[in-house]
């Protein structure tokens, strides 16, 4: 391996010219696989059913150390190419910025913290510890075979974390002013309430679905789940689609369709909430005398990594590289911290997010360079 620094911002273009929309690996994890095993990391592709994955460590399985890394390659879908200033997989550079799908969720992050990685055991390697690296192509799909897939076969094969990093984009308006130490939970819910179909003439030939829907909207909806916790903000329920899928203004439906996503945080779990759901829509079915069913979807459970030594260490590198004390926070959607948590403690830290899955996605090159270094300034820390 050569001993010159690996550049994160060009490995990030590289990155970014692989098309990997979800579940397409796109050439992503052989470029880092390739890279990784040069500088002397242990690697093995975790795939399973249609998603490619990537585990990666260096150093000794049965160490008294290991910290881990995270992230994925894969990107959501690109848009309309056409309103894009530049192809969204050239990955160009104009301004100080470096142009494309992924470049700040999360390829950049991605890049950052293997560049980290590959220098530090290159010129410092730690004689008592190890540094994994697992990266995934399903995060931005179902997760339902990516990180957890790499988690399952860590379990199986006897690999750890005992501290982890997440290199989601975290800080919404300047590097370094953010750090989510936990997720709220996120559900989603699928409700179908049955009726009579009829003429909207005679409604009582008819049993319309559409009240007891609306009703049983507005319930949960006007519900206060809580008023929030010590680290999180009150929890959220939104109906986000009612639909009859019926045109007409002669006729009563025969069914209704609602869908609602509940994000929620610790003080509930989510077999509380659908508990409660299913009372609500029990007593508005017997209330209309009408018939329903519901689906449900759990993404995650809320979690917290209370504040203590690895959001110091990372917290301490932040302020050092950046001059920014950053904030502890729980906001934001799901991450695959949400599968690591029940493996080690884990923190999510990168780069300014505001233009994550929109066209013209874009990050500042200086911003990739620089959390390469606070990535290597953890390593140095956790190993000294």
């Known amino acids: 391996m050569s001993d010159c620094p690996v550049d994160p911002a060009t490995l990030t273009a590289d990155l970014i010219r692989c098309a990997s929309v979800t579940p397409e690996e796109g050439g992503a994890l052989v470029m880092l696989e390739s890279l990784l095993t040069t500088a002397g990391f242990y690697c093995i592709r975790v795939d399973r059913g249609e998603v490619s994955n990537l585990y990666a460590r260096w150093g000794a399985k049965a160490t008294p150390r290991t910290f881990g890394f995270n992230g994925h390659t894969d990107v959501v879908p690109t848009g309309a190419e056409a309103d894009w200033t530049f192809p969204?997989?050239?990955?160009?550079?104009?301004?100080?910025?470096?142009w494309g799908r992924g470049a700040t969720d999360m390829k950049s992050g991605v890049a950052a913290f293997a560049a980290a990685a590959v220098d530090f055991v290159q010129k410092s390697p730690p004689k008592d510890g190890a540094i994994v690296i697992s990266i995934t192509g399903d995060e931005e799909g179902d997760a339902v075979d990516g990180t957890t897939a790499i988690l399952d076969w860590m379990q199986d094969n006897g690999e750890k974390m005992d501290v982890c990093i997440v290199g989601e984009p975290t800080c919404p308006e300047q590097m370094g002013d953010m750090i989510k130490i936990g997720r709220r939970g996120s559900l989603s819910a699928w409700f179908t309430i049955k009726g009579v179909q009829g003429h909207a003439a005679y409604p009582h030939r008819a049993k319309n679905p559409m009240p007891p829907m609306v009703r049983l909207m507005d319930r949960l909806a006007s519900k206060e789940l809580d008023q929030g916790t010590d680290h999180f903000d009150a929890s959220t329920l939104a109906v986000v689609n009612i639909d009859t899928g019926n045109p007409t203004t002669n006729v009563i439906p025969a069914q209704t369709r609602a869908i609602v996503n509940i994000r929620f945080?610790?003080?509930?779990?989510?077999?509380?909430?659908?508990n409660w759901m299913q009372d609500e829509l029990d007593q508005v079915c017997a209330e209309f005398d009408v018939d329903a069913d519901i689906r449900i979807k759990v993404s995650g459970e809320s979690f917290l990594t209370p504040p203590g030594a690895l959001s110091t260490l990372v917290s301490k590198a932040v302020e050092a590289e950046t001059g920014v004390a950053p904030v502890l926070s729980t906001t934001g959607?799901?991450?695959?911290?949400?599968?690591?948590?029940s493996h080690c403690p884990v923190v999510e830290f990168g780069l300014v997010g505001q233009t994550m899955h929109q066209v013209d996605e874009r990050v500042e090159i200086a911003q990739i360079h620089q959390l390469k270094s606070i990535y290597a300034r953890i390593l140095r820390d956790y190993f000294a």
């Open 88 to 98: 969204p997989f050239s990955a160009t550079e104009q301004d100080g910025m470096l």
């Open 265 to 274: 945080n610790d003080a509930h779990h989510s077999s509380d909430l659908i």
């Open 333 to 341: 959607g799901t991450s695959d911290a949400r599968f690591v948590k």
